[in-house]
Structure formats: structure tokens, C-alpha cells
């Protein structure tokens, strides 16, 4: 792993209101082409952590350097063009054609006067051969089942072509064959076009298979981090989740899976 | 010599100028209007104004009437407001009359159609002889206007000076009672309108005349009125025959049933197409409450 | 699948323009007067027909249909603008009291014109735009929870906004009524004596307000999947709220300035264009543009007919249209 750190986070902290700080002096620095995984129980930081390096939540104290230049000195369309968001709700409040959604994926590369611009169209085809969506283009949105809802919000995200893609709980509303099949198709297409993920995954045994890097939050600090062979143990695991488990490995896989105990 | 011959001259032109075409006259929006030649059809947008060119004898020149107008002789044109400029058109009238400040914004669309228009907004009895005057002015028949509205002043000053002998607390107190059944909203004429104005003249004390509205005109609560405790109730009816269910109207307000009207049957019905509309009409409305307010003799 | 009309929409396009164009010409022998079509179409072309007739046709009924088609597709837009960033199926300039804000504040201006000397005051049409634009801000305000919209709050602060400001139109008319027209006219909206003026403002507002909405449809779509999905993919949110309200004020206060409050029209509309073509605002914005002034201008040659030569306010037909609509949005949005 010799690739560049092109996204630096030091001493970052952040709070919604004056009091509780959410993110406790967050140190990472991220390498291009890496899967991280956040886990981490619920309120420990890990959505806010996300949201901060998506640039949404500005007023953080610290900072998140992307290329070099802070984040939040970066104008809207510019962040679209290097990090795109992909949130575990998708809901349009209009029956858009799956084609259409897809394309949507395409408006940070777009002006006031022109709303298409060159390669439009391969960057779309490439995005719905990707997700498996041939035939599916002119289907409606609403009439797909979870797993294909989930492939084209995936394929909006590989049409805006950038660097990085944040995932929060991607396939948290998903039955326990979609979730396993979208996310390793998802795994392989991420590495064809060598995005860089950072993503939340509630999921833990998920994040195992799915990441080369795991982040392990609680009370707003990263208390691990590291690959799974290195941060899947029984004590960091039953520190953050405040419970008593057992961790073996994949028979197959060889990768760390934690099994909860049940006394 | 020369000097007496300029003199007669200038009267020469004066008079040709006062009694000729074009006359231009001030209509009581503050627009100037002028008339090139006397003008043959007429519209009447407002059925006040249909009165005063009925008194004038000038039904033969209306060509056209709102769907309100009593007189029901000519074109029908709808609403007052929004005013149907299409059917005015069509009825290619040499001047359109409307009323009030209510048809104002109606008179620009009417002026950007190309059409002439005058408006009336009588006020007081005197703006409505001087309405009947300057009507009588357009249609070159101001001899007959002037003389019609000088019978109909002295006919109304006959009364409001036998009325104007009756002490104050001699004079009946009356309260004019326009009821809205449904929504038991009473409206009554105060300072400023003319209805205020003729119950005076007719020799009636209005029990409102101290307050006022819009144009004079406001609603007033139930219990003002038993505090007021009036001799004379007036109150309109908009058809023949519905005299009846005017008076009963009133008598049907429980609060009221201890007033002196009610228990002496004063409750008088008045035609609500005349006290709703300032014009010659109302003269005869003065001598009609001279004679209720006061029948049975000066005491 | 796109929308019914969709497929081949370059061959089908220009016959629907064309088709609208006769229809609006259809209208102009619409009306109290009867005109045969022939003398329309004589006139139309500088033929001289009779004079009377030539003026009702060019100068009473032209800019009239005019009128009713900028202002249905200036509505309709709007209201299509609107469902998409509010992402709310119910948004609509006269539901969310924008139209009631713009009627008060025409209405106080032509109050104020006998007090106030300044002529900023009691220009209507600015204060119309203002106090329209107040509106939207209340009743945004009110139905804020958090950055979200639900349907129900937008709806009960949009009644509560459209009563704060129907009656204080009420009440200035009972104080003023001297100087203001009619109430029906402001709470109801009337084509009636609409002329080229009108029509030219109407046209300017509208080819500004149209275009610039046409331009931000990519946006629009972004802010329907969502405000943090529209962040995303680079939308400046704030600010394109901002410039959706103000735009849609500025419209709608425009079109209320000159014909009153037309409701329903804005909520009607954008939901037909998007089941006969699609919810691509692309596509959605100018066909809701081209059904919304058809709509208009033919709910008001209903009005102008039905009872002639008396006209009905416009309000009362839409209305009619509009609510049961409404309804069965309102119930099917919610049942889903």
C-alpha cells in the first residue's frame, strides 16, 4: 500500500450544539483506492464523521483536507465532483424513470446554460452495465424491488464519477441476500473503477469482508483502527459494543467474524 | 360704440360656448369629460344612475342595463362589477354612466376600450340635484333639469322647514335597520350618508348619526340599539309584497322586544331600491317620513 | 416507460404547440358577444371586419386569452417548481398562501395610495411581490420541522397564512371599499378587462420566470430526491430555496396584481403534465407551462359564457376543478 494520503482529517472535532462534543479529536488519514469501515454502536459519531467529511456540516473545529485544501472552503459543485454520499433513504418524491436517476448523477458536471456536458452518456451506459441494470432503464423507480432500488442509487453514484464514495448503512433495509449480493457486486465494481470508500456499516461482520481498513468509534473517538485481522478482537469489540462475544475466523474467507454470546 | 359691440361680442361667444357642443364637464371621480355632440345611446352601468335619465325623459337614449336595474326596457349587460366591456361595445353607446367609487377601477378598463364614461357619486341631496343638473347639461335639457330640480328642492324644503320648527326633543328618534338574516349583521346609515341626511330633513333624529362608515354606512351591535331605545324602526324591502316579512324580520330579534317601536308598532318599510340609491326618489322618501314621523298632527 | 405522451416526443411537440395555438384562436370567438370563427380568423389575419367586432377580438379578447395562458402556465410553473424542491405533491402558490400575501398586499397599496405620498408604498405590484413573498417565508417557517416538510404541516400553515391574509384583505376592502374595486375580484380572480398592458407585463414576467425555472430543472429534479441528496450532487440548497421563493412570489404576484387569486391551477396542473410526460423537470416545467395556460383560458371562457352577459369569477372554476383533485391527491398520497 504505497498510495498517496490524499484525505487528511487532524484533530477534527465537532458539536451540534455548544455542550456535548459528538467528534473527540478524529486523526485518519485516508489513501486512495482504500475501503474503510466505520463500526461502531449507535451515537458514537460515525454518521457525523461522514457528514463533516461530505462537507455538509462546516462549522467543525480542526480540519479535513481533501488534495491539500480544506473542505469546507470548497464551493458545493466543486465537493460533488470528488465526493459523492450514498444514504441507507432514497426516496424521489416523483416516479423518475431509472434511467433518469441515473443521469441525475451527472448535474455537478452541468452549467446554468447547459445541462448535459461530453461523456454524459458513456459515464451512464458504464454506470448501468456496472450495476447490472441493462433493461431496467426506462423501468420506474418505484417498481423495482430493494435490491435493484439499491443498485441504481448505486449506479447515480458511479455516474458522478468521483473519488470517493461515503456509504451510510448502504444496506442496512436490505434482506440478507440482497445485502450480501449487492454489497460484494458493489466491492468488485469499487475496485474496477478504483473509488476510494469510507463507509458506516452496522452490519459488523459485514464490514469485515467488505473493508481493508476498519475504524472502531465510540463516545466520539476512534478507539481502533487498522485491518480486520488487526481490530476484530474481543476486548475492542466488547469495549465498543458493551457486550460479550467471540471472534473466529471465516472458515473460508479467513477473515474475522464476531459471534455474540448468548449466556 | 366699438366698445359696447366688443362687449355683446364676447357674450355672443360666451353663450355659444356655454350652450354648444363641446362641453366638457367635471364627473365626480375629479375626470374632466367631454361630450363633442349630444350624445344618443347611453348605457346606464349602475341603476342609480338609470333614475336620473328616466326623470329626465331620456328612456328612448338607454340602450343598455345591469341585470339590477329595475328598468328592464333595454339591454341586458350583466354585473356591475366586473363590468362586461364586450356587450357595452357591442351596444355602441355614446357615453357609459357609472356609480361610485366601487365602479372606479371598472371606468379605466372602460376608457382603455375606448369608451366615454361619467361617473355620478351623490352624496348628499345636493349632489344629487347637481348630478340631476349635470345630466341635464349633456343632453342639452339643462332648462328642464334646472327646473325639475328646483320643484323637487322646494317640494323638500316645504317639509324640512315645518321640520325644522319641531323642537329636538319633540322629533321622533328613528333607526334605520338593514338586517342580514343569517348573519343577524345590522347594517344603519350614520354621519355622512344620505339616508343620515334625509331622516334629518324629514324632521327624525337618526340614533347613529353621531357614528359613521364607509360613505357614512356601518353595522351596529343589538344592544346599542335597546340602549338607544328608538320611537321609529325603518327597515328595507327589496320586493312588492315583502313589507310584511321586513317587519317581521325585526320582530323576530328577541332583545329588541321591550323598544318603543315594537311595542307602539313603529316599524316602517321602506323601498330598499330607493334608500340604497342616492336620487330624485328620495325626495319623496322625506315627505313620506315627514308624514309617518308626525301624523296625527304637530303636538 | 416515461409518460403516456412521451414516446417520439420530438415528432409529437410540435403538433402540441401548433394544436394549442388553434385551440387558443378557438377561444377568442369565446365569449358574451357572439363572433363567428370566420370574422375571428379575418381579423386575426388584418382583415377589416366590423368595428365593433374588431375591437372586441384584438383589443378585449386577444389580450385576454393572452392573459389567461401566461398566467395559467406562470401558476402552473410555479407550482411545479415548487412540488419539486418542497418535494411535496400538495404545493402550490395559492394551497401555500402565496396568492392570499400578493392579493393583501395589492390590495393595501391601493389603501395606502390616498395616504401615503411615497410612491414605493403604494406601488401595487411591488407591494404585491412583497407581501407575497412574506407569505411564503410564514408559512415555510411554520411547517419547518427540522429541515423536513411534511405534507400535513405545510398544508394546515398554508390555511392558516391563506386566512391571516384573506381577511385582512377582508378588512381593508370593509374600510376602503370606496377606492377598491370588489372583494370577489381579489378572493376569487376575474379575467374581466384585462388589456395589452397587462399582457406585455405578463408576457415579460413569465419569459423571465419560466426560463430561468427551465434552466434550473436539473436542480429542481436534485432537490426532489431531497435537500441532503441535492447537496450531494452539488446543489447550493439554501440558496436555491431562496431563489425558488422569491421567483415564485414574483410570479405569483404578479399574475395576482392583475387578475386576483386564481387557486388550484398550480396544483392541478404539474401533476397531469407528469403522468402524460414524465417527472423529468425538463420535460415537466414547459409541458406544465403549455397545459396550465390551456387550462386557464379555457376555465375562462367557461366563465365568461356560462352565464352571460353576467361573468363568474374565474376562482369559482378552478375550483371546481381543482379541489376534488386535491382531495384525491391528498388521499392517495397519504394512504401511500
Not at chain 1, 54 to 67: F, H, P, T
Amino acid at each position: 500500500m504505497n498510495q498517496k494520503e490524499f484525505l487528511i482529517l487532524e484533530n477534527l472535532s465537532y458539536s451540534y450544539t455548544d455542550r456535548i462534543k459528538v467528534l473527540k479529536d478524529i486523526n485518519l488519514r485516508i489513501r486512495e483506492k482504500e475501503l474503510i469501515g466505520i463500526i461502531g454502536p449507535n451515537g458514537s459519531g460515525k454518521t457525523t464523521l461522514l457528514k463533516c467529511v461530505a462537507g455538509v456540516l462546516k462549522n467543525y473545529e480542526g480540519s479535513i483536507k481533501i488534495y491539500g485544501k480544506e473542505i469546507n472552503t470548497f464551493r458545493r459543485k466543486e465537493i460533488a465532483k470528488i465526493i459523492t454520499f450514498v444514504s441507507q433513504n432514497f426516496s424521489p418524491a416523483f416516479d423518475f424513470t431509472v434511467k433518469e436517476l441515473i443521469h441525475m448523477g451527472r448535474i455537478p458536471y452541468h452549467t446554468f446554460f447547459q445541462n448535459s456536458s461530453i461523456g454524459d452518456q458513456e459515464i451512464v451506459e458504464a454506470a448501468i452495465l456496472a450495476m447490472d441494470l441493462n433493461g431496467f432503464e426506462n423501468r420506474r423507480f418505484n417498481n423495482l424491488s430493494e435490491g435493484e432500488k439499491r443498485r441504481v442509487v448505486f449506479a447515480k453514484a458511479l455516474a458522478q464519477d468521483t473519488t470517493i464514495l461515503l456509504l451510510d448503512e448502504p444496506f442496512a433495509h436490505l434482506d440478507i441476500n440482497y445485502s450480501y449480493e449487492t454489497a460484494k457486486l458493489i466491492r468488485m465494481r469499487v475496485r474496477e473503477f478504483e473509488k476510494t470508500i469510507i463507509g458506516v456499516f452496522h452490519n459488523i461482520n459485514m464490514a469485515s469482508l467488505f473493508c481493508d481498513r476498519i475504524i472502531v468509534m465510540n463516545n466520539g473517538k476512534i478507539i481502533a483502527e487498522g485491518d480486520p485481522e488487526k481490530v476484530y478482537r474481543e476486548e475492542i469489540i466488547n469495549e465498543a459494543f458493551k457486550t460479550n462475544c467471540t471472534i473466529i475466523s471465516h472458515p473460508r474467507i479467513k477473515k474475522p467474524q464476531v459471534l455474540i454470546d448468548w449466556k | 360704440m366699438r366698445r359696447a359691440l366688443l362687449v355683446l361680442f364676447v357674450m355672443c361667444l360666451i353663450s355659444i360656448f356655454v350652450l354648444s357642443y363641446p362641453i366638457t364637464l367635471v364627473d365626480d371621480l375629479g375626470r374632466a369629460v367631454t361630450f363633442e355632440k349630444e350624445p344618443q345611446r347611453v348605457v346606464s352601468a349602475a341603476p342609480v344612475a338609470t333614475d336620473y335619465l328616466l326623470k329626465l325623459d331620456l328612456s328612448n337614449k338607454i340602450v343598455g342595463v345591469t341585470s339590477f336595474d329595475s328598468y328592464k326596457e333595454a339591454e341586458n349587460i350583466g354585473n356591475l362589477v366586473p363590468i362586461n366591456i364586450e356587450k357595452i361595445l357591442t351596444l355602441k353607446p355614446d357615453v357609459v354612466f357609472t356609480f361610485g367609487g366601487f365602479q372606479a377601477g371598472e371606468v379605466e378598463k372602460l376608457e382603455k376600450a375606448g369608451l366615454k364614461v361619467f361617473a355620478i357619486n351623490p352624496r348628499t341631496m345636493d349632489d344629487i340635484f347637481r348630478t340631476l343638473i349635470n345630466i341635464g347639461i349633456i343632453f342639452n335639457k339643462s332648462e328642464q333639469a334646472k327646473k325639475l330640480s328646483r320643484n323637487l328642492k322646494s317640494k323638500m324644503l316645504g317639509v324640512a322647514k315645518k321640520a325644522y320648527n319641531v323642537p329636538i326633543d319633540k322629533r321622533p328618534r328613528v333607526f334605520f335597520a338593514s338586517i342580514y338574516q343569517g348573519t343577524n349583521e345590522i347594517w344603519t346609515c350614520g354621519q355622512g350618508s344620505f339616508l343620515n341626511e334625509v331622516i334629518s330633513l324629514a324632521g327624525g333624529v337618526n340614533i347613529t348619526g353621531n357614528y359613521t362608515g364607509p360613505n357614512g354606512w356601518l353595522t351596529i351591535g343589538m344592544e346599542f340599539v335597546v340602549s338607544e331605545n328608538p320611537d321609529v324602526i325603518l327597515t328595507p324591502y327589496y320586493y312588492e309584497g315583502g313589507q310584511e316579512e321586513a317587519i317581521k324580520a325585526v320582530k323576530s330579534i328577541k332583545l329588541w322586544s321591550n323598544l318603543k317601536a315594537i311595542k307602539n308598532n313603529k316599524i316602517i318599510p321602506v323601498d330598499g331600491n330607493i334608500v340604497s340609491s342616492p336620487d330624485t326618489r328620495l325626495v319623496d322618501l322625506i315627505v313620506k317620513l315627514y308624514k309617518i314621523f308626525y301624523s296625527g298632527g304637530d303636538k | 416507460m416515461k409518460g403516456i405522451l412521451f414516446k417520439g416526443r420530438k415528432l409529437i411537440l410540435p403538433f402540441f404547440a401548433l394544436g394549442i395555438v388553434l385551440f387558443l384562436i378557438l377561444n377568442l370567438s369565446f365569449g358574451s358577444v357572439h363572433i363567428p370563427f370566420h370574422e375571428v380568423l379575418l381579423s386575426l389575419i388584418g382583415k377589416k371586419i366590423e368595428s365593433v367586432n374588431e375591437t372586441i377580438i384584438l383589443n378585449i379578447r386577444l389580450p385576454r386569452v393572452l392573459v389567461g395562458f401566461l398566467a395559467g402556465a406562470s401558476l402552473s410553473v410555479v407550482g411545479c417548481a415548487f412540488q419539486g424542491f418542497l418535494k411535496n405533491p400538495l404545493a402550490d402558490p395559492y394551497i401555500l398562501g402565496i396568492s392570499s400575501g400578493g392579493a393583501f398586499g395589492a390590495v393595501l397599496a391601493i389603501a395606502l395610495q390616498q395616504f401615503v405620498g411615497w410612491k414605493w408604498f403604494s406601488n401595487m405590484e411591488t407591494m404585491s411581490f412583497l407581501f407575497a413573498l412574506l407569505s411564503t417565508m410564514i408559512t415555510y417557517f411554520i411547517a419547518n420541522n427540522k429541515g423536513k416538510l411534511p405534507i400535513t404541516q405545510l398544508i394546515l400553515s398554508g390555511v392558516i397564512v391563506n386566512l391571516i391574509f384573506s381577511s385582512a384583505t377582508t378588512f381593508v376592502i370593509v374600510f376602503y371599499w370606496r377606492n377598491i374595486a370588489n372583494s370577489t375580484f381579489w378572493l376569487m380572480g376575474s379575467l374581466s378587462g384585462v388589456f395589452w398592458d397587462d399582457a406585455i407585463r405578463l408576457m415579460i414576467s413569465s419569459a423571465v420566470g419560466i426560463s430561468i425555472l427551465m434552466f434550473f430543472s436539473e436542480n429542481l429534479n436534485a432537490m426532489s430526491l431531497g435537500e441532503e441528496e441535492a447537496m450531494y450532487l452539488g446543489v447550493n440548497v439554501e440558496r436555491f430555496k431562496l431563489l425558488n421563493f422569491v421567483l415564485g412570489s414574483f410570479l405569483t404576484s404578479v399574475i395576482v396584481s392583475t387578475i386576483g387569486i386564481v387557486g388550484f391551477v398550480g396544483l392541478v396542473v404539474p401533476h397531469i403534465a407528469r403522468l402524460l410526460f414524465g417527472a423529468n423537470h425538463k420535460i415537466s416545467i414547459p409541458t406544465s407551462a403549455l397545459i396550465g395556460g390551456v387550462f386557464l383560458v379555457t376555465c375562462d371562457s367557461i366563465a365568461r359564457s356560462l352565464f352571460q352577459p353576467t361573468e363568474m369569477p374565474i376562482g369559482i372554476i378552478t375550483s371546481f376543478i381543482g379541489a376534488p383533485v386535491f382531495i384525491f391527491i391528498l388521499k392517495w398520497r397519504l394512504r401511500s
